[in-house]
């Protein structure tokens, strides 16, 4: 049976991962960056602790934290049972077992909630939703998308992902995508339509190979600037 999502879910990755899903070097995460559809991932909260301040945006940062751990609950056991009944679209090496992605998933969560009001508070954390951000032209240098475009390729429509791209690039000098596979691990239908749009516009639009790899053959960020 097909992996199904009615929304799009709050799920949340690590640090380790989104540092291996985008290439990010020392370099970069010295860079004024910008994470569009964060969610519950720990991203911001390590890159905090790092002492190191980026921006996270998301429609569900206008829930309180007790609104989004409610929201958390209620989704974990749909998305571990859907990627338990499709475990052969992933790769279970760094991860071994369904078990221990709900527990490492957890954990980042967890983290994130514990870091979440204080971060609200010092503007790490926005409520806001592509394709309108509330941000200055070229206010970042990097803007990171991760598990959002091309993964709902079944619930966003090409023209929602021009925008949001649109929206991205004006507001930052680098946009970094992942992955480009939709939730069933099949290369996203609207990839080859938004690099030849880009590059013919002047862009540079490229796939890059990375070093994560969860979906199978799902190894490929987009990078466009
Ligand atoms: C699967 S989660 C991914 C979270 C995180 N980026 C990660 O990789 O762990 C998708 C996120 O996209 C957010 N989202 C939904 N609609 C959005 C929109 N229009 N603009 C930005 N984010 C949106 C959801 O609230 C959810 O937190």
């Known amino acids: 049976m097909a ?13 380790e991962e989104y540092i291996s899903m985008f290439n990010l070097s020392e370099k970069d995460l010295d860079k004024s960056i910008l994470g ?24 569900i940062y206008s829930l309180t934290a007790e609104e989004i751990e409610k929201q958390i609950k209620a989704t974990y056991q749909n998305v571990l049972i859907q990627t338990q009944q499709n475990k052969e679209k992933f790769i279970w090496n760094e991860i071994e ?35 309108n951000l509330p941000f200055e032209n070229k206010q970042f240098d990097l803007v990171l998308c991760s598990h959002f475009l091309f ?37 996203s239908i609207y990839v080859d339509e938004v690099l030849s749009r880009y590059t013919d516009l002047g862009y540079c639009a490229k796939e890059v190979q990375v070093n994560y790899e969860f979906q199978k053959g799902g190894n490929k960020m987009m990078v466009i600037f």
Not at 36 to 59: E, H, L, R
Not at 99 to 121: C, H, N, T
């Open 36 to 59: 569009c559809g964060d969610g519950p991932a720990s991203f911001n909260t390590v890159m905090y602790q790092k002492g190191k301040k980026m921006i996270s945006i998301d429609p």
């Open 97 to 131: 077992s369904v078990e221990e992605l709900g527990q490492i998933r957890m954990s980042a969560m967890k983290s994130f909630l514990s870091d979440y009001e204080k971060g609200k508070v010092q503007n790490r954390y926005i409520p806001a939703e592509l394709p």
């Open 151 to 187: 993964l709902y390729t079944n619930n966003l429509t090409v023209d929602f992902h021009i925008q949001a791209i649109n929206e991205m690039l004006r507001i930052a000098n680098e946009v970094r995508i992942f992955p480009l596979m939709d939730v069933n691990s099949s290369r």
């Open 3 to 15: 992996i199904q999502y009615k929304e799009i879910v709050p799920w949340g990755r690590s640090y």
